[in-house]
């Protein structure tokens, strides 16, 4: 089989100066890619701020024969958001790929997290993704063509105890990729999620020690690469990724209870097995299709 490229693809990565995002610059710029390397540089928190991260990674590419320009801007503010894409044109004229991984950590139990923790968090992942993409969009759309790959994380779709804030705006990055999706489609721009698991140093105390070198980053980027590729033509999805496995990953509704007559709080009581069921699932392609089981009851 052929070996997947990018050349002349221009790609944006967002919080590329350690972890998941770095490993996804150095892989896109090794098959070709021209790479914006984006690094607010701060630590896992989010405190500070370091052109140092960026730059190293930038070093490392062009150590390694690929092109790549360093940004250090915040994806949480518009202007930083703009700069960064800004990059991306100045540097070489265009963006194909945007890949928004950049992210912090601020845990804490629901009961103890303030409204600056939860702002920050949702700021970095969630608003930042809407400014990167937001910033690239118009050029994607004029030049029908686009990759976009959003991060988002098991804890989001499924809870995590003390990441309230995380687990909302990483669960906000699946909305957010199924209507960028249906937006980009007749621009040729495919919008996917990720939800991974990787030892980085935002996990190196929460995941255990002895599965630190099977859970390597390079087990990750290989989905992000072929999501972003040409090739690929899968929009809207959400896929979980780490240490070697893949899968895709569901919003799907079961057949559900309904009746003509008006319900009652007894109605529900008595039919919760059948609200309840969990088979035979539906997944819908849009919130048009969603509705289609309501109306077909409406109708008949
Ligand atoms: N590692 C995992 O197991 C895991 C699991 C689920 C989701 N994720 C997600 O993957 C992404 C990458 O995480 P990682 O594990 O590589 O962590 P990491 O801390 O190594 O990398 C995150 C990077 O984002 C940068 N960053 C933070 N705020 C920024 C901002 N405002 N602007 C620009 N850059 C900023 C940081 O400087 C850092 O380099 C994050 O979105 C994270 O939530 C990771």
């Given at each position: 089989?052929?070996?997947?490229?990018?050349?002349?693809?221009?790609?944006?990565?967002?919080?590329?100066?350690?972890?998941?995002?770095?490993?996804?610059?150095?892989?896109?710029?090794?098959?070709?890619?021209?790479?914006?390397?984006?690094?607010?540089?701060?630590?896992?928190?989010?405190?500070g701020?370091?052109?140092?991260?960026?730059?190293?990674?930038?070093?490392?590419?062009?150590?390694?024969?690929?092109?790549?320009?360093?940004?250090?801007?915040?994806?949480?503010?518009?202007?930083?958001?703009?700069?960064?894409?800004?990059?991306?044109?100045?540097?070489?004229g265009?963006?194909?790929?945007?890949?928004?991984?950049?992210?912090?950590?601020?845990?804490r139990?629901?009961?103890?997290?303030?409204?600056?923790?939860?702002?920050?968090?949702?700021?970095?992942?969630?608003?930042?993704?809407?400014?990167v993409?937001?910033?690239?969009?118009?050029?994607?759309?004029?030049?029908?063509?686009?990759?976009?790959?959003?991060?988002?994380?098991?804890?989001?779709?499924?809870?995590?105890?003390?990441?309230?804030?995380?687990?909302?705006?990483?669960?906000?990055?699946?909305?957010?990729?199924?209507t960028?999706?249906?937006?980009?489609?007749?621009?040729?721009?495919?919008?996917?999620?990720?939800?991974?698991?990787?030892?980085?140093?935002?996990?190196?105390?929460?995941?255990?020690?002895?599965?630190?070198?099977?859970?390597?980053?390079?087990?990750?980027?290989?989905?992000?690469?072929?999501?972003?590729?040409?090739?690929?033509?899968?929009?809207?999805?959400?896929?979980?990724?780490?240490?070697?496995?893949?899968?895709?990953?569901?919003?799907?509704e079961?057949?559900?209870?309904?009746?003509?007559?008006?319900?009652?709080?007894?109605?529900?009581?008595?039919?919760?097995?059948?609200?309840?069921?969990?088979?035979?699932?539906?997944?819908?392609?849009?919130?048009?299709?969603?509705?289609?089981?309501?109306?077909?009851?409406?109708?008949?």
């Amino acid at each position: 089989m052929s070996e997947l490229r990018y050349d002349g693809r221009v790609a944006v990565v967002t919080g590329a100066g350690h972890g998941l995002g770095r490993q996804h610059a150095l892989e896109l710029a090794a098959r070709g890619a021209k790479v914006v390397v984006n690094d607010l540089g701060g630590d896992r928190s989010g405190a500070g701020a370091s052109a140092g991260p960026a730059q190293e990674v930038v070093d490392e590419i062009k150590k390694n024969g690929g092109e790549a320009v360093a940004n250090p801007d915040n994806v949480a503010t518009p202007e930083g958001a703009q700069a960064i894409v800004k990059t991306a044109l100045d540097a070489f004229g265009k963006v194909d790929i945007v890949v928004n991984n950049a992210g912090i950590l601020r845990d804490r139990s629901f009961k103890n997290m303030s409204v600056e923790e939860f702002d920050s968090v949702i700021a970095v992942h969630l608003r930042g993704s809407f400014l990167v993409s937001s910033a690239a969009w118009p050029h994607l759309r004029e030049q029908g063509y686009g990759r976009i790959v959003n991060t988002s994380s098991p804890a989001g779709l499924f809870g995590n105890f003390g990441q309230a804030n995380y687990s909302t705006a990483k669960m906000g990055l699946v909305g957010f990729t199924k209507t960028l999706a249906q937006e980009g489609a007749k621009y040729n721009i495919k919008a996917n999620a990720i939800a991974p698991v990787a030892w980085t140093r935002m996990t190196e105390d929460l995941l255990p020690a002895d599965f630190a070198d099977k859970l390597g980053v390079e087990q990750v980027t290989p989905l992000v690469a072929y999501l972003v590729h040409d090739s690929n033509e899968d929009s809207g999805q959400v896929y979980t990724v780490g240490g070697g496995r893949i899968a895709k990953i569901f919003v799907a509704e079961g057949p559900g209870y309904g009746q003509k007559e008006t319900l009652s709080v007894e109605d529900v009581r008595d039919n919760w097995a059948a609200i309840g069921a969990a088979e035979p699932l539906t997944v819908f392609g849009n919130v048009g299709e969603q509705m289609g089981p309501l109306i077909q009851q409406l109708t008949s």
